[in-house]
């Protein structure tokens, strides 16, 4: 059955430092999310990706924050200058349609320290 | 914007026990997942379930979306069936993305 994968697992980085969270989700699908989850708390939504654009932004996704799809397959989730805050698991998400079921990646666990 | 709510928020099984869980939302849906996140994080995907009822081994859920609930059945649990489970959804006015509620979290003791 064809999975959604995320790259890396599990990220360390330094505050301030720029970190890219890479995504390839299931190959037919046209729809694309980042979701995150602070340790303890629930998903949070943060932006939804159509036909190379953004479709739909949350309040948390501010101008740190960047998404692009850069080939065919790739779909990145980039924080330019991270925060101890930022520290999360973030997953990605694709589905073929608008109201179709959501497929999630594994996840990539980040630390900001 | 829509609310999710779930119940009960902790629950401790002993192995072989069967449970219900339930997931209230405030808004018409026309997407309803359950996850069950795993020990390591890993959000596994259960059903996508706007309506109806669909089985799954072990597990079966139900959709009444008329009076915006869901249930989600857990018979004859396993240690494994330990972890977290979250019911999200979305509607028209949410622009595809999933509402998530606090989810459940299952201990099953052997």
């Known amino acids: 059955e064809p999975e959604v994968t995320q790259t890396p697992s599990h990220q360390v980085t330094q505050m301030g430092q720029e970190v890219i969270l890479r995504c390839v989700p299931i190959?037919?699908?046209?729809?694309f999310y980042w979701y995150r989850q602070i340790l303890g708390q629930k998903v949070e939504f943060l932006v939804s990706?159509?036909?190379?654009?953004?479709?739909?932004k949350s309040e948390i996704f501010d101008d740190q924050f960047s998404v692009e799809r850069p080939d065919g397959s790739n779909f990145t989730l980039k924080i330019r200058s991270t925060k101890l805050e930022d520290s999360a698991m973030y997953f990605c998400?694709?589905?073929?349609?608008?109201?179709?079921?959501?497929?999630f990646g594994p996840g990539t666990r980040l630390t900001v320290t | 914007g829509i609310q999710v709510e779930q119940s009960p928020p902790d629950l401790i099984l002993q192995e072989g026990a069967n449970s219900t869980l339930r997931c209230n939302f405030s808004?018409?849906?026309?997407?309803l997942q359950w996850f069950h996140q795993n020990p390591w994080g890993q959000l596994i995907n259960l059903f996508y379930i706007p309506s109806g009822t669909k089985q799954n081994g072990r597990l079966s859920a139900t959709t009444v979306a008329t009076e915006r609930y869901s249930l989600l059945y857990i018979s004859s649990s396993q240690t494994t069936d330990s972890g977290v489970y979250f019911c999200a959804v979305s509607n028209a006015g949410n622009n595809r993305k999933l509402i998530w509620g606090l989810g459940t979290s299952l201990a099953v003791n052997p």
């Open positions: 998400a694709s589905n073929l349609d608008s109201w179709s079921g959501q497929y």
């Open positions: 990706f159509y036909n190379n654009e953004i479709s739909e």
């Open positions: 190959s037919n699908h046209l729809y």
């Open positions: 808004d018409s849906v026309n997407n």
